[in-house]
């Protein structure tokens, strides 16, 4: 979406009078699922599908506590998509609380995702 607007930028800094020297440096990356059944990316017009940057941690457990997350399905699955992309991302294992149970580590999205499923 935001392609186009980025793209305007950096022929801006060609035309200008003076000629702008160092242009912007645009880093785009693949869109996160919505937070909301059936949102292929999140939204700013849905407020409740994204986290934002001025979210306060009430704001983003709220949300993803109320995130769609079918219970055994891994395809659409906005949860499974966030641990995919951000969480893995970033992160070589996975900790998860369990109620009543020892908290159970994944350490790779894969096996998280077969767990997941079954």
């Known amino acids: 979406d935001q392609r186009k607007v980025n793209m305007l930028a950096r022929e801006y800094c060609s035309l ?11 880093l785009s990356h693949g869109m996160l699922m919505g937070l909301k059944e059936g949102q292929e990316k999140m939204s700013k017009s849905s407020p409740d599908s994204a986290l934002f940057m001025e979210d306060s941690a009430a704001d983003v457990k709220r949300k993803i506590g109320k995130a769609y997350c079918p219970l055994g399905v891994a395809e659409n699955n906005p949860v499974l998509d966030w641990c995919k992309n ?17 908290p159970k580590v994944f350490e790779s999205y894969e096996e998280l995702e077969a767990q997941f499923v079954n």
């Open 16 to 26: 200008a009078r003076p000629k702008i020297k160092n242009k912007p440096v645009i």
């Open 86 to 102: 951000i969480v893995f991302g970033a992160r070589s294992s996975f900790t998860v609380p369990c109620k009543g149970a020892e």
